[in-house]
Each structure stands twice: as C-alpha cells, then as structure tokens.
T-cell receptor, first 114, second 110 residues
Framework: DVKVTQSSRYLVKRTGEKVFLECVQDMDHENMFWYRQDPGLGLRLIYFSYDVKMKEKGDIPEGYSVSREKKERFSLILESASTNQTSMYLC?????????????FGSGTRLTVV | GIQVEQSPPDLILQEGANSTLRCNFSDSVNNLQWFHQNPWGQLINLFYIPSGTKQNGRLSATTVATERYSLLYISSSQTTDSGVYFCAVALSSNTGKLIFGQGTTLQVKP
C-alpha cells in the first residue's frame, strides 16, 4: 500500500515563527497536495505539485509557500505563522500514469499557533 | 465550479442497522472517492469508484456517472463506523484537484 507520512501529528508554534510541515510518499507518485481542514469550511486546497520543482496555487495559498526538490517530498512552509493558520493540515499524493487510482492521504498535522 | 453535495448531513443509527449515504455532483468527473475520517483526523480511503460498483466487506459503493451521483452503503453498522464520511471528486478536465463534499457525520450507537 502507498504510504504518505507527515512528520508531525501535533505541532504548537508561536506567532511569527517560520513553520515547515513535511510530507513524504513512498510510491513514486507524481502529484502531491496540501489541504487544510477547518470546522464549517471543509477541506480546502492550499498548493499542489505535478512533479519535482513544479507547484501550483490552490484555493487559499496566501501566507503559505511550498517546496518540492525531490519527487517523494512535498513541504508546506508558513513564512510567518499567524493564529488564523491554526488548523488541521492534510497531505495527499496521487499517481497520474495510466491506470492511476485515487488519492492517498497522510495522517494529518494539527497545528496550533499561539 | 463543480458542486458536490452529500446527504444526509447527519445520521444516527443503532448498531446493526444499514444505511445509505449519497453524493451528487454537478459535472463530469474522472475520479470519485469515498473517505472515512477517523477520530484522529486521518482520511481513510474506502473506495476509488469513478463508475460502477465495488464491495469491501460490509461496505459497498455505486457510482452512476451518467446521472452524476454515487452511493455508499454500510450494512450491519458497528460503533467503529462512526465518524465523518466524505465524497470527493476530480473533474475530467482538471489536472487533479480533488473537491470535497461537506461530509456526512455518522454516529452508531451500541
């Protein structure tokens, strides 16, 4: 089975800190995604990547950046964390070659910014 | 943009009961998945089902792409089935963005 691993399950950071959320997948998937989930707002796409060094903005990219230097790793960066970025962050990956299946999600990171 | 609507929003069952969750979508899709979000927040993939019918134990799903809906059946429900069930789709013309419904919150009582 494809495994998507997020580096932290819970994280507490201070306002203004630079925060890195790491996501690693082990099945050579081309596409990777970062979502955040908030009560009443559902899951919203922050950024995604088609392949190494490629990135595209999702629906709510403000305040975030991403890095994909290697195919298996997709990092979400909060340049200067703010309290409104307190949320559940979910990473996903997907294969796009012929016969591709669905998306696989990591276990999530609950980030609290104080 | 595409609309993904799930019903019912909330469902309470007694253990052992059967249930049907519905997902309607407003455009042609090339990906449809059902997920179960566990109490720790992880999205567990139940089915990848852009069309047709699949079964996995007590769960089964059917997608009728031409009529733009999908159904998730849960039979002989157990308390461990509790949680939020999401339907998510990706458009045929899209490069992979997954769009989620608002979810159905299921509570199974012992």
């Amino acid at each position: 089975d494809v495994k998507v691993t997020q580096s932290s399950r819970y994280l507490v950071k201070r306002t203004g800190e630079k925060v890195f959320l790491e996501c690693v997948q082990d099945m050579d998937h081309e596409n990777m995604f970062w979502y955040r989930q908030d009560p009443g707002l559902g899951l919203r796409l922050i950024y995604f990547s088609y392949d190494v060094k490629m990135k595209e903005k999702g629906d709510i990219p403000e305040g975030y950046s991403v890095s994909r230097e290697k195919k298996e790793r997709f990092s979400l960066i909060l340049e200067s964390a703010s309290t409104n970025q307190t949320s559940m962050y979910l990473c996903a990956s997907r294969r796009t070659r012929q016969g591709a299946g669905g998306y696989t999600f990591g276990s999530g990171t609950r980030l609290t910014v104080v | 943009g595409i609309q993904v609507e799930q019903s019912p929003p909330d469902l309470i069952l007694q253990e052992g009961a059967n249930s049907t969750l519905r997902c309607n979508f407003s455009d042609s899709v090339n990906n449809l998945q059902w997920f179960h979000q566990n109490p720790w927040g992880q999205l567990i993939n139940l089915f990848y089902i852009p069309s047709g019918t699949k079964q996995n134990g007590r769960l089964s799903a059917t997608t009728v792409a031409t009529e733009r809906y999908s159904l998730l059946y849960i039979s002989s429900s157990q308390t461990t089935d509790s949680g939020v069930y999401f339907c998510a789709v990706a458009l045929s013309s899209n490069t992979g963005k997954l769009i989620f419904g608002q979810g159905t919150t299921l509570q199974v009582k012992p």
